[in-house]
């Protein structure tokens, strides 16, 4: 019973403070000109949980706080690029964490980069426009340094946060 | 987090970065210096513009959303919009076939033809 209860909290807690990052992402400019750049904050819970409870923890908080997200700031064209990105995200990094050969850097990078990818697939299958692959170079690129980034924080968190049970 | 993983995570990216350079060659040797801006809104072609004439048109969308468009120097851009995003405002100017500006907010798409009308690439 106490251990249940302690996933209940865990999660919780996880998913607000996705939410949180995913919000205060929003107030820091881009200076790029090229759509879908972010940094991906959120992730850095993503992955933590991954490590630290594996995907059935990491899977759901995931797919509740894009769903959250959009309920209280979206529109259904900015829910679908975020559930395309959140869930192929995702389901790179399990596979990825399955490997048990790369760290939380590795597993943040192809997170990133397949976040990206997921969102590019959407906005190909929304307009129909093809040309939309032009961008996948940048955003590939731009997944490579914001997951190293959020991986390092995703190495700390792990390192410094430890569950007594 | 050991040597071991973290000489793996460098090949993963290493990996990951010889693809985007593959995507890059594959687009940019697949383009051409293209003849026509052709403007879309909801996937639907309202109008097209050469680009060798120096041009600037407002493209109205509906509900008062209005996008500049400006060709100029065979280059075609967008000026000034009214979109919360403004991407489409800061993205580069366009050229060669294939090559699109997006504006997400507004369903609008330029993009950039071959001669002939025909879409040169892929």
Avoid at chain 1, 17 to 25: N, T
Avoid at chain 1, 140 to 164: P, R, Y
Avoid at chain 2, 22 to 43: D, T
Wanted: hydrophobic fraction near 55%; charged fraction near 15%; glycine fraction near 8%.
């Amino acid at each position: 019973m106490k251990a249940k209860t302690h996933t209940i909290t865990l999660l919780g807690v996880s998913t607000a403070a996705a939410m949180v990052l995913a919000y205060v992402e929003t107030l820091i400019p881009v200076p790029f000109a090229v759509p879908g750049v972010k940094i991906g904050l959120a992730n850095t819970v993503a992955v933590f949980l991954l490590v630290k409870r594996g995907w059935k923890a990491a899977l759901p908080v995931s797919i509740v706080r894009v769903l959250l997200s959009s309920l209280m700031f979206g529109n259904f064209a900015s829910f679908a690029y975020s559930v395309s990105g959140a869930l192929l995200s995702m389901l790179a990094m399990i596979a990825a964490m399955k490997t048990g050969k790369l760290s939380e850097i590795g597993v943040s990078v192809i997170g990133a980069v397949f976040h990206n990818a997921g969102q590019i697939i959407m906005a190909i299958a929304l307009t129909g426009t093809k040309e939309i692959a032009f961008w996948l170079p940048p955003l590939i690129i731009s997944g490579i340094v914001t997951g190293i980034a959020v991986g390092t924080v995703a190495v700390l968190l792990v390192k410094k946060i430890d569950f007594k049970q | 987090m050991n040597r071991r993983t973290l000489k793996n995570d460098v090949i993963v990216i290493a990996a990951i970065a010889v693809v985007a350079a593959v995507i890059w060659c594959v687009v940019k040797l697949s383009s051409k210096a293209g003849e026509f801006a052709v403007v879309e809104l909801n996937g639907v072609e309202t109008a097209r513009y050469s680009l060798n004439e120096d041009i600037r048109a407002e493209i109205a969308c509906g509900d008062g959303c209005v996008n500049t468009l400006v060709i100029r120097n065979g280059e075609a851009y967008i000026e000034s919009a009214n979109c919360p995003d403004k991407l489409c405002v800061k993205q580069h100017g366009i050229r060669m076939t294939g090559e699109t500006i997006i504006c997400l907010p507004h369903r609008l798409i330029v993009r950039i033809i071959g001669e002939y009308g025909v879409d040169a690439t892929v």
